[in-house]
């Protein structure tokens, strides 16, 4: 049997979306999924994880469905102790972890995102989709760099079709050159409704995280 790949969200497991979302990515893909905030309660959540302002904003959806707000410093103090010593891990977020401990075999997905994108867009308009409206200008910094232009427009994950066609139009209207969803809770649906309108590649953050994850498993 395939060796499974931990997977670790910022928020909560079970996570069934995310599941089927990188079982599409990488068909026959066994994974184990666990949560930073494993264990806690909505409360305690809301208590003692809640954003310390723009800069700290996660977005998360809980196994419930319910969409959350959390705080990065406090994901990142939990997920340092879950880490482990070795073997490939994905963390499921395109956010910059700038305290959590590095590893060989962790892959950090706004890492990935850079990296690619760099390749794929020396110079031009990098356009971005981000959860929230308070992670606009945190997001866009970190994808800065010489020659590229970043343009980033909110967009909820899970949103109805009408909602991420209208933001694909606004995006359209803005001549990007690449876009990147940067949430793994967008989802190949929104992709596709997207394509329709959007003249560039899309980047989808969880197909391309998991792809490569996915290439550090033996057998």
């Given amino acids: 049997m395939p060796q499974p790949l931990r997977v670790l969200v910022v928020g909560q497991a079970p996570r069934p979306e995310v599941e089927r ?3 599409l990515a990488v068909p026959g893909l066994p994974i184990r999924l666990e949560g930073a905030l494993d264990g806690m309660t909505r409360d305690a959540i809301a208590r ?9 904003t996660l977005f998360t959806v809980l196994p419930s469905g319910e969409t959350a707000k959390i705080s990065k410093a406090a994901v990142t103090e939990r997920l340092a102790g879950r880490l482990g010593d070795g073997g490939p891990a ?19 997905p706004s890492e ?64 990007p050159d690449l876009v990147v969803l940067d949430c793994m809770s967008y989802r190949r649906e929104d992709k596709a409704v997207m394509a329709r309108h959007l003249r560039c590649p899309i980047l989808l953050s969880i197909e391309v ?3 490569v994850a996915a290439s550090l498993l033996s057998g």
């Fill in 21 to 23: 979302q990188i079982a």
């Fill in 48 to 56: 003692d994880a809640a954003p310390r302002g723009d800069a700290d």
């Fill in 90 to 108: 994905l963390l499921l977020c395109t956010g910059a972890f700038p305290g959590l401990p590095r590893r060989a075999g962790l892959v950090l």
């Fill in 112 to 175: 990935v995102l850079n990296a690619l994108s760099a390749v794929l867009l020396p110079a031009g308009r990098l356009g971005l989709f981000v959860p929230v409206e308070e992670q606009v200008p945190v997001l866009t910094a970190g994808r800065a760099r010489p020659g590229l232009e970043v343009v980033a427009l909110p967009l909820t994950p899970l949103s109805e079709e009408e909602a991420v066609e209208a933001a694909a139009r606004d995006m359209a209207a803005r001549g």
């Fill in 209 to 211: 995280a998991a792809r």
